[in-house]
């Protein structure tokens, strides 16, 4: 275990010199190149078998209930390779997250407050998800976030509320205490007082693609949790599914590839981090305010629900944004700052893609331009 180390991309066939592409039928890894954030070297760490459980992608949105790890760092050196990365198209939204502008993550208030009897309500206190669904506050997670996205849309409002006055305090207390504690310290008697909350983006269905071992198609590379794309999930994934699937595929990844380490040697004349020619790290402004506008953009555009102009004018802003990063990530000595921004820029961009290429409302992947896939 390397602690303050973190994986700046994955070694295969292309780091000697051979053309990889992703028709390519025999990529291999044999290991990754690792920044030591510490010194700020880059070590060459071969293995025999390589496991991505690099977590999801949530902060490539503005507002997100993942942790400030996930960048899609996994997921984008697998696509960098040329491994197979699909259904990025299905990123859910929880619906109630607590509105906290400037909190990182966003605090979840979970659906399970819903299922206790709390209504949602615009902010002059009307209740309006009959007009959407005949379940009312418990329908689905998509339908809510939609719902709820569009009637902040409508209103022009930054948020609305999930009311649980009516509920009996000591209960809700009781089911919810770190709810409760959380909004206490915010001045937020959720006995008293309604919550505020607003969607944010939550968890993938699409990562790297795996098979039922957890193989990638990249031979010697396996991925496991959030950063995988095992099929179990479609096109909306329900609760609690995902600590079954990285339970289940961990434990197969794990008999797999002991069962074949042992026919696998490490690979030799692996060249050394090139870092000739870079300078020092720029002003990190220039970093922060490229990761404020994809995520501006990807929540703009690219989030509850889409349209083929709106994903457009996405693609049209990132690349802009990714010539600029890439130009800097090749003059400056490498940070994992910079290397997070540079994973998020590439989720973003194979998000949008996938996006584009569905003509059809599917699940999570809701557009205005064409309607929803019955039964999806």
């Known amino acids: 275990i390397y602690d303050h180390h973190f994986a700046v991309d994955i070694i295969t066939q292309h780091h000697l010199g051979v053309e990889v592409n992703s028709r390519t039928p025999d990529i291999k890894c044999?290991?990754?190149?690792?920044?030591?954030?510490?010194?700020?070297?880059?070590?060459?760490?071969?293995?025999?078998?390589?496991?991505?459980?690099t977590g999801g992608a949530g902060h490539v949105y503005a507002t997100t209930t993942n942790p400030t790890i996930a960048t899609g760092?996994?997921?984008?050196?697998?696509?960098?390779?040329?491994?197979?990365?699909?259904?990025?198209?299905?990123?859910?939204?929880?619906?109630?997250?607590?509105?906290?502008?400037?909190?990182?993550?966003?605090?979840?208030?979970?659906?399970?407050m819903r299922g206790h009897g709390g209504i949602l309500?615009?902010?002059?206190?009307?209740?309006?998800?009959?007009?959407y669904d005949e379940r009312k506050s418990l329908a689905p997670r998509d339908i809510v976030a939609r719902a709820i996205d569009n009637e902040m849309k409508i209103r022009g409002e930054d948020f609305v509320y999930l009311d649980c006055t009516h509920l009996d305090a000591e209960d809700l207390r009781s089911h919810f205490p770190n709810i409760y504690e959380k909004c206490l310290s915010l001045d937020i008697d959720m006995t008293k007082q309604m919550i505020p909350v607003v969607p944010a983006a939550h968890y993938l269905c699409g990562g790297i693609h795996v098979d039922k071992h957890g193989r990638s198609n990249i031979q010697r590379l396996y991925a496991v949790g959030e950063c995988s794309c095992t099929g179990l999930h479609g096109a909306n994934r329900l609760a609690s599914n995902s600590l079954l699937e990285a339970v289940?595929?961990?434990?197969?990844?794990?008999?797999?590839?002991?069962?074949?380490?042992?026919?696998q040697g490490h690979q030799e004349n692996i060249?050394?981090?090139?870092?000739?020619?870079?300078?020092?790290?720029?002003?990190?402004?220039?970093?922060?305010q490229s990761l404020r506008e994809v995520q501006a953009i990807m929540s703009n555009y690219v989030g509850i629900v889409r349209s083929d102009l709106r994903l457009k004018r996405a693609m049209d802003r990132l690349e802009i944004l990714?010539?600029?990063n890439e130009a800097?990530?090749?003059?400056?000595?490498?940070?994992?700052?910079?290397?997070?921004?540079?994973?998020?820029?590439?989720?973003?961009?194979?998000?949008?893609k996938h996006a584009m290429a569905r003509k059809e409302s599917r699940g999570l992947?809701?557009?205005?331009?064409?309607?929803p896939v019955k039964n999806a």
């Open 30 to 53: 044999f290991g990754a190149y690792v920044l030591n954030t510490r010194t700020g070297e880059v070590d060459t760490v071969l293995s025999r078998i390589t496991l991505m459980a």
């Open 73 to 112: 760092d996994g997921i984008a050196m697998v696509y960098r390779a040329k491994g197979r990365v699909e259904n990025m198209e299905f990123m859910q939204f929880h619906p109630t997250s607590l509105y906290n502008p400037g909190e990182h993550p966003s605090f979840l208030i979970t659906e399970a």
């Open 248 to 263: 289940v595929f961990s434990h197969e990844a794990s008999i797999d590839s002991i069962a074949t380490i042992a026919n």
């Open 365 to 371: 992947h809701f557009t205005v331009d064409y309607s």
């Open 322 to 324: 990714w010539i600029e």
């Open 271 to 288: 060249p050394d981090w090139n870092a000739e020619g870079t300078d020092a790290p720029e002003e990190m402004v220039l970093i922060v």
């Open 121 to 131: 309500r615009t902010q002059d206190g009307k209740e309006f998800m009959q007009k």
């Open 328 to 352: 800097l990530y090749k003059k400056i000595t490498i940070s994992q700052t910079v290397c997070e921004l540079r994973n998020i820029i590439n989720v973003a961009y194979i998000i949008i």
